[in-house]
T-cell receptor
């Protein structure tokens, strides 16, 4: 079946630094990647949608200059949290969709803690 | 606009009890897709089922069953003879375009706790 590898699974960073999260589709081409954020005891909130080779479409209220999304290839998408602050501490999870009938394949998530 | 409502925030049952998780959705589109996902404490999302709006047949998979009723815009999930390993957060979700480009809209989730 389809697999999306997400790294790192956990990261702790200092306030003001940037963190990059990677999602790779291992056995299919991910033409669309969705990035979600989940705070404790809350649902998954879509941050942005990116199509390979195009600029990401951000949901209302999500700062595009803070959450940089790159989807330059059909197998790799990255989310960079720039100048991270404690309020950015959250669980970030990606979901890939491709041409095959795999539906939405989720990565295993990244737990970001900003100290 | 589309919306998914899971009114039950938390449910606690004793092992072997049956439990039903409710899901009500809103959309004006006639073509849509409904999903259930399980999120254990580790955080990953486990796909359970997908249904399209034209298939109202109920489905059973082992101890899991789903009841899709368009008349009430509901897609409820029942676990029969619950087990401790069923403890997790369960999400119902809706998409208008399956696969390509269609974002998933999640309900608030229901945290199920199954006690021995």
């Amino acid at each position: 079946g389809a697999v999306v590898s997400q790294h790192p699974s956990r990261v702790i960073c200092k306030s003001g630094t940037s963190v990059k999260i990677e999602c790779r589709s291992l056995d299919f081409q991910a033409t669309t990647m969705f990035w979600y954020r989940q705070f404790p005891k809350q649902s998954l909130m879509l941050m942005a949608t990116s199509n390979e080779g195009s600029k990401a479409t951000y949901e209302q209220g999500v700062e595009k200059d803070k959450f940089l999304i790159n989807h330059a290839s059909l197998t790799l998408s990255t989310l960079t949290v720039t100048s991270a602050h404690p309020e950015d501490s959250s669980f970030y999870i990606c979901s890939a969709a491709g041409w095959a009938d795999y539906g939405y394949t989720f990565g295993s998530g990244t737990r970001l803690t900003v100290v | 606009a589309q919306k998914v409502t899971q009114a039950q925030t938390e449910i606690s049952v004793v092992e072997k009890e049956d439990v039903t998780l409710d899901c009500v959705y809103e959309t004006r589109d006639t073509t849509y897709y409904l999903f259930w996902y399980k999120q254990p404490p580790s955080g990953e999302l486990v796909f359970l089922i997908r249904r399209n709006s034209f298939d109202e047949q109920n489905e059973i998979s082992g101890r899991y069953s789903w009841n899709f009723q368009k008349s009430t815009s509901s897609f409820n999930f029942t676990i029969t003879a619950s087990q401790v390993v069923d403890s997790a957060v369960y999400f119902c979700a809706l998409s208008l375009i399956y696969n390509q480009g269609g974002k998933l809209i999640f309900g608030q989730g229901t945290e199920l706790s199954v006690k021995p």
